[in-house]
Every structure is written in structure tokens, then in C-alpha cells.
């Protein structure tokens, strides 16, 4: 089975400063890896993903993500915070191959408060 | 474009009522749609997926029920609503692009 786990329920950065979020994923092989972010009261938004290619991910919002496998780690950061990057942030995975449903495995959450 | 509606947006029920909630998508046929629930606080909890009409399968035991009468129609019941069934509830579905796109969400309070 797949876990996902997201250290930090909750971050907090100041303007400016980088943003690093922590996600590990648990799976006998490496998944497809997901990173949502959700604003109050909205649903999910994919920020980014990675399949298969390239190890960083580059996404929306300036956001990316690096896959490291050796480390089980797909961590998200962004340079620069910015004030309408406070939201709750998802990592997901979900397993290469197709059974039925497809099912994601989230991880907690990471709720990121962004000090002026 | 793929779209995904969710109805109500809001709903305040008692506790004892029943529960419909709706989830339609456009633009796509035959989609596996998934059913979501965010308690305060917690993260997102599966409660059902289903790949095709009238293939539902549940992934926690609770007070909850869905149907998928038509192929683009995903519906979250409840006979009796408890207090802990209040949260907001997603719907969610597969894309071929591999991830999962979600509707904007049902905030569900039971009083």
C-alpha cells in the first residue's frame, strides 16, 4: 500500500522568503507524484506533476518540485513567497499502473500562512 | 474543456436529515469520478469511487451511499445525517493526463 507524508501541518514564511514544503511517498516502485493546492472553500488545483522524464517539475504560480528516488522525496518550493500563496498544499501519488479507479493517496496537508 | 459541478455549494442540515449531494462533469464520457471529504482539519478521505454507471465502490464504512445512475452523474447519500458527516466534500475526477481534476466542493454543516 502507498502512503504519503507531508512534514508540517503547518508552515509559516514571511513575503519574500523561500517556501519549502516536505512530501515522502512510500511504494514498493516509483509513482506518478502530485502537488494540489487548495484556497479556502475550493477545491483542489493541480500546481504540478511528475510521470516519468525529467526529475524537476516546473509549475504553476512558480512553483516546482524535485522527484528524488533514492530519497522517496518529491518536496515543493518556491523562491519567493507572495501573499496569495497562503492555501493548504496536497501531495498526492497515485500507482504507474492503471487498476481499476486509479485511486490518489494524499498526504495530511500543509497549510502555508504568509507573514507580510 | 472537462468541467465538474458540484450541488449545493453549501448546505446546513439536522442532524437525522437525509443528504443528496450532486455531482455532474462535462465534456468527457465515461470518466472514473471519486467522492471526497475533508473534515476540519483533516486531510482528504476517500469515501467512493466508481469507474462506470451503477459501479460504486466504497472505501470506508459510514453513514454515507453513492449512486451513479447516469455516466456523468456521481451522488453522495446519506438516510440520516450525523454530526460528524459535516465537511467539505469533493468531487473528483480522472483525467487522461494521469491526475485527478476536482469540482469546487460542497461545504456540508449538520447542526
Known amino acids: 500500500a502507498q502512503s504519503v507524508t507531508q512534514l508540517g501541518s503547518h508552515v509559516s514564511v514571511s513575503e519574500g522568503a523561500l517556501v519549502l514544503l516536505r512530501c515522502n511517498y512510500s511504494?514498493?516502485?516509483?509513482?506518478?507524484l502530485f502537488w494540489y493546492v487548495q484556497y479556502p472553500n475550493q477545491g483542489l488545483q493541480l500546481l504540478l506533476k511528475?510521470?516519468?522524464?525529467?526529475?524537476l517539475v516546473k509549475g504553476i504560480n512558480g512553483f516546482e518540485a524535485e522527484f528524488k528516488k533514492s530519497e522517496t522525496s518529491f518536496h515543493l518550493t518556491k523562491p519567493s513567497a507572495h501573499m496569495s500563496d497562503a492555501a493548504e498544499y496536497f501531495c498526492?501519488?497515485?500507482?504507474?499502473?492503471?487498476?481499476?479507479?486509479?485511486?490518489?493517496?494524499f498526504g495530511g496537508g500543509t497549510r502555508v500562512l504568509v507573514k507580510p | 474543456s472537462q468541467t465538474i459541478h458540484q450541488w449545493p455549494a453549501t448546505l446546513v442540515q439536522p442532524v437525522g436529515s437525509p443528504l443528496s449531494l450532486e455531482c455532474t462533469v462535462e465534456g468527457t464520457s465515461n470518466p472514473n469520478l471519486y467522492w471526497y471529504r475533508q473534515a476540519a482539519g483533516r486531510g482528504l478521505q476517500l469515501l467512493f469511487y466508481s469507474v462506470g454507471i451503477g459501479q460504486i465502490s466504497s472505501e470506508v464504512p459510514q453513514n454515507l451511499s453513492a449512486s451513479r445512475p447516469q455516466d456523468r452523474q456521481f451522488i453522495l447519500s446519506s438516510k440520516k445525517l450525523l454530526l460528524s458527516d459535516s465537511g467539505f466534500y469533493l468531487c473528483g475526477m480522472d483525467r487522461p493526463s494521469s491526475e485527478q481534476f476536482f469540482g469546487p466542493g460542497t461545504r456540508l454543516t449538520v447542526l
Open positions: 511528475y510521470t516519468t522524464g525529467a526529475t
Open positions: 498526492a501519488v497515485r500507482p504507474l499502473i492503471k487498476a481499476a479507479g486509479n485511486k490518489l493517496t
Open positions: 511504494s514498493s516502485v516509483p509513482p506518478y
